[in-house]
């Protein structure tokens, strides 16, 4: 998007043509993303409630009441008891101060949208292969002979990405399969639409591969090389027989054959997914079942294959990456000891200091143990953090007070549940460029701020795609009204909050809208003198500014600059995709298709990850245990010097293996000052010369080893994927033998989803409501969509919220098209009322709802309780407000795509 | 009325004549076990080989505006009417009319009073008769000639004033027809409360229309109440023709997403009765006036002479006399109180 | 001089109303006025097809023939614009359009038509080429500006196309041949009284 601005004014908005990734188009979204910086409906000065009032304050105000009451709960409670949500909207560089924030006020309670997106997927991937991301690209699509979709609707989420697909489709003459509950724009143009019950992916998967193993259809040398487990997958997949697939399922046996025949043989073969796969109490298991589809069918590391996991928002990748999560540190180094260690010495601050600035806990056995090594509150259940007894969470004291940046209040189920929550807060903040749900939805009177904060056209910064490709957005404008952008906001609540000095140490300061503000060339060159974990390393911002500027250079599919290219892209994947090894001298040219053992490390090849060790003791049905090779065997990447498996790259190994002659003496020093008294420890991960990483390369080897994929994850729940019934499932039939996992606590909190799902059954609540509820996306609206119905372009294409239902399912309700209902759920006596739309898109004895709506709750227009002139156009009631309890177990992800309700006409 | 009139014409005629919308091929209701949507597509050339006149290919969109729905009106009928049958309607109507009515005039000249003027009055309408005949004859002449104005001003006036001062005058020609038209549907309204108990036909009616009402020979006056077949003829199609011009005028100033082809159906009834009418209308302007002594006089003054009434509405003077003795009949000796 | 026309590739288009955005933005189209928009036709159903529509700039344009006061003309380039100095709001052309293509602003008397609004093709109206009076009353005049129109430029998935008939129908014709389906060039027989062979 090139954007046309006159005397600061931003006039004109042109296809930037070159962009390999969007050639320029955009959805209705995009179109008009000219009018968010127009804003006749932004939050335009900072508010706060006074007795129920909204009244405006200034910035200084703002900083010095917030700042003062957090330091008071943090006195009181500990500061534990603020739980920070931060945003998919921020550059990486706001997403990494924000996680950086957290970590100086001394908390893990830290969250963001991926939460309630991809974490099961992040969860999922990185637990079979190495790292949670996408492991090939839109514009690879165009490789493909064979395309599942399956638990996502890119044509209204992702409408750029199906012009890639589109175009694959044709070229190729490929087989294009949605596999999906709802008869979606994007299963407008498959060449197979196959609708299944929602809630039973693992069974759909499982049932594939079921023709797959009894045909031998498998990639026998790649599973031997390069896979392990799949043994343990086949005994699973041995029950799901054609007849017990379509009874769970509702699939036809021979349709699934033949999809799994297409899928296994006409190659390669991509498998795209969303929201449908990753919102479910069986998320992760989801996704890891998806992984194994692919890793039997050799489809992981080549062009037009993989694990095409379509992203939302603009930067929630990046968001992810740069660890605005409960479970780890920025860049995925997790939150043990060493993860601080290595952050402590790249933001050159004390390790014991951080570790003063948070709480202990007792271990199990009694012992102190420093919550910075526990992970934090999900942000699908912090309402409970603040309403269960303080017994039932596991930290110092309840949530006290939410500081949000960026996130809506209507993405989470259980609403009724949280406005509960929201109104025991003692301190709420909302830095937002619009008042968002949490600002009306509650009976709260005082201690509730809003912060104008600016959109991401008003502030520079780099952006992570899906594909992990880094661009540079320019500042199109300085921020309306009072706005200010995230780096100021956090720079300040820095200051007043007392460490500010420590937290910027080492990024430029630099004048802005209000002020002098952390520049994001600056924080993006200390990420990536940290983000070597994830080849965030190489990403410099003049390197990414140099692609923007080089757009047209780069190849269509290939994503690659030509040698002849002008010398600063020359060779390099558009945005330097992660990981980008090594120093940004060092240029590596990122890597377009993760895995790919046909390229040198070099061009951007690699292997899987040796992330799991180098043995395994595989428990044995008679009670002994075997040692397994982890590592690949007989699989190596192009040139690589070592032809097998090879564990990742420390300084001992480089020593064992007489490469550490090559390090130059700056490295050596450098890798010795982190290693202390253990230096041959020091791995390529935290090696802050790159030293380890480059020596690795230039024998042809991957840093972080080359070792099996695994469908077989040992240390989650379920290792094999299981099929378990959704809590709420109209199919009561099948609780018995497929019940969700037993209670237990994870993330602080206790999950009752057997109890929830047992107490269901048991009152035969799927009588009473009898229609599967899922939800989605609309192209026109995002997230909680409080941004975009606030785009009056936007909002003029969707007026109402509506239900989806079929036209059997109406006519038995004498519901008419167009007409009003009232849709009721299964807890807390939730109600909404919103038009239906009586389409066949659903099957019967299913609804879906649209998730972007707000501003009505249980029937009742809030608009009133919006602060004057910053109401979005468009108001109505939120699908969760119906949705239900249900959480993954390995991330807390909330299970919005499948639940029980009832309609009747209004 | 309106309402119940105009959809009793939507849902009786329209479907019929029109027929509504169709959404492109029924699908199958039972999903089979392998689905294919891109070979099923729907496609331009079928669902246009396959519209019926007047149907337009329809889907569904999520804006508001239902009519935003139809996606392509092939139709070109009502362009044609529009263009060609209409101008063709207008024109022989209205010359037509004229010419009759020049050929009348040579042939008959002007229709006398038979007995002679008798210089004795009668009072034939009183002032909310005159005002409810003049507010619906005005009006429809201010309608009719801002009407034309669309069919004809283009040819016409157009080429004389130059494509600035038509529009501006169309402009206003427009606004005229819009605000006019609610004083002629009151007109129209209000002759139908007024008048209709003495306009239900009866076999005077047919024996006055048999003979041609005697216009057509001197001293033939077959007797009529107080309006004559003539007359009749002329209130029922102000009152038909003025229904008809209402509602479908209404539809046309309001328009509703009822769809593309009612639009067109309600301009196309507005145009072609609009013609017939004034045609109608031309000649009952000329026997109310030039064409016929102490005709004019009826809704001038609303007293006419009582010769004139005798033999134009003899059943009615007998009335009238046998009634009020004589009381309403005034002349130059009995001057009028 | 080229003739241009759209083309709305079905098998392309996705209901992503990218085009009806970009149109909205670029001309600043009030609410209620729908220059360009998205009919998807079989909804839900398996053959389901969306199609982008919007004046089609038609050869021998109905709305140019029954306007009674003659607002419409042809630019060489074949874009059938309006003069809405001249235009007084009758509705015919919405009447005669088979595409539904004429908007009206509800500022007439009685709450009906104003002055009527159309898709320009990116191309203003009668005035001065880029003018304040031509952005006022018609929008951006990009064809002016050597640009074509923003709604195809920026479609996601490429599905809607501008610019010389001969051209887009090429690029159609060979997709179709590379693919091996299509439903066709939606409102061309109507708006072009031709088709393009498949």
Same mark, same amino acid.
């Given at each position: ?872 156009? /468009? ?32 | ?20 919308? /169709? ?315 | ?64 023939? /029954? ?132």
């Amino acid at each position: 998007m090139t954007a046309e601005v006159q005397e600061g004014v931003w006039v004109g908005q042109e296809p930037s043509w070159d962009s390999p990734i969007n050639r320029g188009t955009h959805c209705a979204k995009g179109a008009s993303v000219r009018e968010l910086v127009k804003g006749e409906r932004r939050l335009k000065y900072p508010m706060k409630l006074v007795n129920g009032e909204w009244t405006r304050i200034s910035w200084d105000v703002a900083f010095d009441e917030i700042s003062k009451k957090m330091l008071e709960i943090r006195a009181k409670s500990g500061p534990e008891s603020v739980w920070f949500l931060g945003s998919a909207k921020f550059s990486n560089e706001g997403a990494y101060l924000f996680r950086k924030f957290a970590a100086y006020w001394g908390t893990n309670n830290v969250d963001h949208q991926a939460r309630i997106c991809h974490s099961t997927t992040v969860a999922g991937v990185a637990n079979t292969w190495g790292y949670g991301a996408q492991t090939n690209s839109y514009n690879d699509i165009r490789n493909s002979k064979t395309m599942i979709i399956m638990g996502g609707n890119p044509a209204e989420a992702h409408p750029v990405s199906l012009q890639h697909v589109l175009s694959g489709k044709e070229i190729n003459r490929a087989n294009l399969i949605v596999i999906d509950p709802r008869m979606t724009r994007t299963a407008a143009h498959a060449t197979e639409y196959v609708r299944m019950r929602p809630g039973t992916d693992i069974p759909v998967i499982w049932g594939m591969l079921h023709h797959i193993f009894k045909n031998g259809w498998e990639d026998k040398a790649f599973i031997q090389q390069r896979v392990y487990g799949m043994d343990m997958v086949r005994k699973e997949v041995e029950k799901w027989t054609p007849a017990e697939v379509e009874r769970v399922t509702g699939i036809p046996g021979a349709q699934l054959e033949k999809v799994a025949k297409t899928f296994a043989t006409e190659k390669p073969s991509t498998l795209i997914w969303c929201m449908g796969a990753t919102q479910k109490t069986v998320g992760t298991a989801n996704v890891r079942a998806f992984c194994t589809l692919l890793l039997a069918t050799g489809n992981v590391g080549a062009p037009g294959t993989g694990a095409n996991i379509f992203r939302g928002h603009c930067n929630v990748q990046g968001a992810t990456d740069l660890g605005v999560d409960i479970g780890t540190l920025p860049l995925y180094y997790g939150l043990d000891d060493g993860a601080w260690k290595h952050w402590a010495r790249v933001w050159e601050t004390d390790f014991d200091w951080f570790k003063s600035r948070f709480d202990t806990t007792k271990a199990p056995d009694g012992k102190d143990i420093s919550m910075m090594g526990v992970p934090g509150i999900p942000s699908t259940r912090w309402f409970d953090a603040v309403t269960l007894p303080k017994d039932q969470v596991a930290q110092r004291d309840n949530l006290k007070g939410v500081f949000v940046m960026g996130h809506g209040g209507n993405s989470i189920p259980r609403m009724p549940e949280m406005t509960k929550g929201l109104e025991a807060l003692e301190l709420m903040v909302v830095c937002d460029p619009h008042p968002t749900t949490f600002a009306h939805i509650s009976n709260r009177k005082n201690g509730t701020y809003l912060l104008p904060m600016s959109t991401q056209f008003e502030c520079s910064g780099s952006r992570t795609a899906s594909n992990r490709s880094l661009q540079w957005g320019e500042k199109v404008v300085e921020p309306i009204f009072e706005s200010a952008n995230d780096y100021w906001v956090m720079h300040t609540f820095a200051q007043k909050l007392g460490f500010a000095d420590k937290m910027f140490k080492n990024i430029t300061m630099v004048k802005g809208k209000f002020g002098m503000e952390p520049e994001a060339e600056s924080v993006l060159r200390e990420i990536n003198r940290g983000g070597w974990s994830t080849g965030y390393c190489g990403q410099s911002p003049e390197r990414l500014k140099a692609h923007m500027k080089n757009q047209d250079k780069f190849d269509l599919v290939t994503l690659r600059a030509p040698k002849d290219a002008p010398a600063e892209v020359a060779g390099d994947y558009y945005g330097l995709p992660w990981p980008c090894w090594g120093t940004p001298e060092y240029r590596h040219p990122g890597t377009h298709q993760l895995y790919n053992t046909n390229l040198h490390v070099k061009d951007g090849g690699g292997t899987f990850r040796a992330r799991f060790g180098v043995e395994y003791d595989e428990p044995q049905a008679d009670g002994t245990k075997k040692k397994i090779n982890l590592l690949a065997e007989g699989s190596f990447s192009k040139d690589s010097e070592l032809k097998d498996g090879y564990p990742q790259f420390t300084y001992g190994v480089l020593k064992k293996l007489g490469w550490d002659k090559d390090l130059t003496e700056a490295e050596k020093g450098v890798i010795e000052k982190i290693g202390g008294n253990a230096p041959d420890g020091v791995s390529w991960a935290i090696d802050l010369s790159g030293g380890i990483q480059r020596v690795a390369l230039e024998h042809g080897c991957i840093p972080f080893g080359n070792g099996k994929a695994r469908v077989n994850a040992w240390q989650l729940p379920d290792p094999v994927p299981v099929h378990r019934e959704p809590i709420y499932t109209p199919r009561t039939d099948l609780v018995a033998q497929y019940p969700t996992r037993p209670d237990y606590k994870h993330f602080r909190l206790p999950n009752i989803g057997f109890t929830v799902q047992k107490a269901a059954v048991d009152k035969g609540i799927a009588k009473e409501f009898p229609i599967i509820l899922s939800s989605g996306r609309l192209v026109e609206y995002e997230g909680g969509g409080e941004e975009t119905r606030s785009n009056p372009w936007l909002a003029e294409l969707q007026q109402d919220m509506f239900v989806e239902i079929s036209p059997a399912d109406a006519a038995d309700r004498g519901i008419k098209d167009g007409g009003w209902v009232w849709v009721t759920g299964p807890e807390n006596g939730s109600k909404a009322r919103m038009k239906a739309l009586v389409t066949e898109r659903v099957g019967k004895g299913v609804a879906w709802m649209p998730f972007h709506f707000g501003g009505w709750f249980m029937g009742e227009d809030q608009r009133s309780k919006y602060p004057k002139g910053a109401d979005p156009f /468009v108001l109505g009631e939120s699908v969760n407000t119906i949705t239900t309890y249900g959480y993954d177990p390995v991330t807390g992800m909330h299970e919005g795509k499948v639940t029980l309700c009832q309609i009747r006409a209004a | 009325m309106t309402s119940m009139l105009s959809k009793v014409i939507r849902t009786g005629l329209l479907s019929l004549v029109f027929g509504l919308f /169709v959404v492109a091929m029924p699908a199958s209701a039972q999903q089979p076990s392998s689905v294919n949507p891109t070979a099923q597509s729907v496609k331009e050339a079928q669902l246009l080989d396959a519209l019926k006149p007047g149907q337009s290919l329809a889907g569904r969109v999520s804006i508001p505006n239902k009519d935003a729905a139809n996606l392509i009106q092939p139709g070109r009928d009502w362009r044609a009417f529009n263009q060609e049958t209409l101008p063709r309607i207008g024109t022989i109507a209205i010359l037509g009319v004229l010419a009759l009515l020049v050929l009348f005039y040579l042939v008959r000249g002007k229709i006398r009073i038979d007995a002679g003027p008798s210089q004795m009055r009668i009072t034939r309408f009183g002032s909310v008769d005159r005002f409810v005949h003049w507010l619906t004859a005005t009006s429809f002449i201010a309608l009719a000639i801002t009407g034309a104005n669309v069919t004809f001003g283009k040819s016409v006036l157009m080429p004389m004033m130059g494509p600035e001062a038509f529009s501006a005058w169309s402009g206003m020609a427009k606004l005229i027809h819009n605000y006019v038209g609610f004083a002629f549907m009151a007109g129209v309204a209000l002759t139908f409360l007024i008048w209709v108990k003495d306009n239900i036909p009866g076999a005077t009616d047919l024996k006055w229309i048999l003979v041609g009402g005697g216009l057509l020979s001197k001293g033939t006056h077959p007797p009529a109440k107080r309006f004559n077949g003539g007359q009749k003829i002329v209130f029922w199609s102000v009152v038909l023709g003025g229904a008809f011009l209402s509602l479908s005028g209404w539809h046309l100033l309001f328009p509703t997403a009822e769809g593309m082809a009612e639009a067109q159906w309600h301009a196309t009834l507005h145009g072609t009765v609009a013609f017939v009418m004034t045609a109608l209308i031309i000649g009952h302007i000329y026997i109310g006036s030039v064409g016929m002594e102490g005709a004019f006089d009826a809704m001038a003054s609303g007293e006419v002479d009582l010769n004139w009434a005798k033999e134009h509405h003899s059943l009615w003077v007998k009335e009238e006399m046998e009634r009020k003795s004589g009381s309403r009949i005034s002349g130059a000796a009995q001057p009028a109180e | 001089m080229a003739r241009m026309k759209f083309l709305c590739d079905a098998d392309r288009c996705i209901e992503c109303n990218a085009c009806v955005t970009a149109c909205k933005n670029e001309h600043e189209v009030p609410w209620g006025i729908n220059r360009r928009r998205v009919v998807t036709l079989n909804d839900g159903k398996p053959g389901e097809r969306s199609v982008s529509m919007a004046c089609m700039h038609c050869t021998d344009a109905p709305c140019a023939s /029954v306007c009674p006061v003659s607002c419409f003309y042809t630019t060489a380039d074949a874009v059938v614009l309006h003069s809405k100095d001249l235009c007084i709001g009758c509705g015919y052309c919405f009447y005669a359009c088979p595409f539904g293509a004429p908007q009206y602003p509800k500022t007439g008397n009685f709450g009906s038509r104003g002055k009527m609004d159309k898709c320009t093709y990116c191309a203003g109206g009668p005035e001065d080429d880029n003018s304040q009076a031509e952005l006022d009353k018609y929008g951006r005049n990009r064809l002016a500006e050597g640009k074509l129109p923003l709604c195809a430029e920026m479609c996601s998935t490429k599905a809607l196309l501008a610019g010389d008939g001969d051209i887009i129908a090429s690029i159609y014709k060979e997709r179709v041949a590379k693919r091996g389906y299509g439903s066709g060039a939606w409102g061309w027989k109507v708006a072009y009284k031709e088709t393009i062979a498949i």
